[in-house]
């Protein structure tokens, strides 16, 4: 399966009002990265220089605790990763680690992401609009998590 097939067919939710031959310029700007099961994509505390669109399998994201790492959650194809800390410029808070061999990733890094900023800016427009949709859906979701380990531990009464 060719890369612009096969991250129009993961990613339709970034592809949808974008033409093949846009996808296809897109795909030009990133590479592939393909990992072993357990890889390690970004570590915590590391400065963030590039963000991934899963293509392909899926990737955990973990804390740790000493020597204990535990899943916060994973990402599956048609996701972004590391997307935060690349926008922010702080330090990653997560460990992004290959949940099996087979991984596919498209790396979009700083330098490809300010090339196509200004050479394909419909793309990279369409691209920053994915990022913010992303976002928004992690703050909802946590948002609504949070309202109901409220709810859970009988917090809905603590006014301070």
């Not at 993961?10 to 296809?24: I, N, P, Y």
């Amino acid at each position: 399966m060719s890369d612009v097939i096969q991250i129009k067919d993961t990613c339709q939710e970034f592809c949808a009002a974008l033409t093949d031959d846009e996808v296809s310029k897109f795909v030009r700007y990133t590479r592939i990265r393909e990992l072993a099961a357990e890889e390690i994509v970004a570590d915590i505390g590391e400065l963030s220089d590039r963000f991934y669109l899963v293509i392909g399998g899926a990737v955990k994201l973990l804390q740790v605790d000493g020597e204990r790492e535990f899943e916060v959650g994973h990402l599956e194809p048609g996701s972004l990763v590391g997307e935060m800390s690349f926008f922010d410029r702080h330090p990653r808070t997560v460990r992004i680690r290959a949940r099996h061999n087979g991984v596919r990733l498209l790396e979009i890094n700083r330098q490809m992401y300010n090339r196509i900023r200004i050479e394909e800016p419909y793309i990279a427009t369409n691209l920053l609009e994915f990022v913010i949709r992303s976002l928004d859906s992690l703050v909802r979701y946590l948002s609504d998590e949070n309202a109901k380990l409220h709810k859970r531990l009988g917090g809905e009464d603590d006014a301070t």
